[in-house]
T-cell receptor
Framework: DTEVTQTPKHLVMGMTNKKSLKCEQH?????MYWYKQKAKKPPELMFV???????INESVPSRFSPECPNSSLLNLHLHALQPEDSALYLC?????????????FGQGTRLTVV | AQSVTQLDSQVPVFEEAPVELRCNYS??????LFWYVQYPNQGLQLLLK??????LVKGINGFEAEFNKSQTSFHLRKPSVHISDTAEYFC?????????????FGSGTRLSIRP
């Protein structure tokens, strides 16, 4: 199994809503990532978890809150988002950090904030 | 600090023609380099990677890339493209810090294939 599964595939939410994005992998990877991708742009790193601990936060606004309940799951909790937060949110995982192993990406969640 | 530059934002080619997508990197330390492909409305898929060893790397779908340390380049090539190769291609480098590492992407090159 070399899949990273993200749910939901699409999400529309209002600016006062609270929602969560979910990501799951069963490859035994110990590093997991959240990226944000706007249209016609490259993915931008948001967070990195290594061995279930947050190791990188790229100065992401607090309305985005990551959580890693266990080594297979990664969540991104959303609250009070703005329309400019509309984007494709990609989850990825890799064997671990620092070894140059490739990241495996999910299909993404397309988020629209209205 | 590591960075990646993709020199062409768009590359149009005819079907069955060869193609080269250019990528230059900047790094003061050892690098790990990758090419990813993204089809419309999908996630990213790894085409190939360079970690060490042979400078010519072969990947999936007939793509290959050559690591050139003196020119700090990692250009992607395919001798004959197909309509199905139409996609966005990202060159990437792993930046390794004391406590973590992260993948840094270039701005992307849109490959469009004309019949």
């Amino acid at each position: 199994d070399t899949e990273v599964t993200q749910t939901p595939k699409h999400l529309v939410m209002g600016m006062t809503n609270k929602k969560s994005l979910k990501c799951e992998q069963h490859m035994g990877h110990r590093a997991m990532y959240w990226y944000k991708q706007k249209a016609k742009k490259p993915p931008e790193l948001m967070f990195v978890y290594s061995y279930e601990k947050l190791s990188i936060n790229e100065s992401v606004p607090s309305r985005f809150s990551p959580e890693c309940p266990n080594s297979s799951l990664l969540n991104l909790h959303l609250h009070a988002l703005q329309p400019e937060d509309s984007a494709l949110y990609l989850c990825a995982s890799s064997q671990d950090e620092g070894t140059g192993t490739e990241a495996f990406f999910g299909q993404g969640t397309r988020l629209t904030v209205v | 600090a590591q960075s990646v530059t993709q020199l062409d934002s768009q590359v149009p080619v005819f079907e069955e023609a060869p193609v080269e997508l250019r990528c230059n990197y900047s790094s003061s330390v050892s690098v790990y380099l990758f090419w990813y492909v993204q089809y419309p409305n999908q996630g990213l898929q790894l085409l190939l990677k360079y970690l060490s060893g042979s400078t010519l790397v072969k990947g999936i779908n007939g793509f290959e890339a050559e690591f050139n340390k003196s020119q700090t380049s990692f250009h992607l090539r395919k001798p004959s493209v197909h309509i199905s190769d139409t996609a966005e291609y990202f060159c990437a480098v792993t930046a390794i810090y004391s406590s973590a590492s992260k993948i840094i992407f270039g701005s992307g090159t849109r490959l469009s294939i004309r019949p």
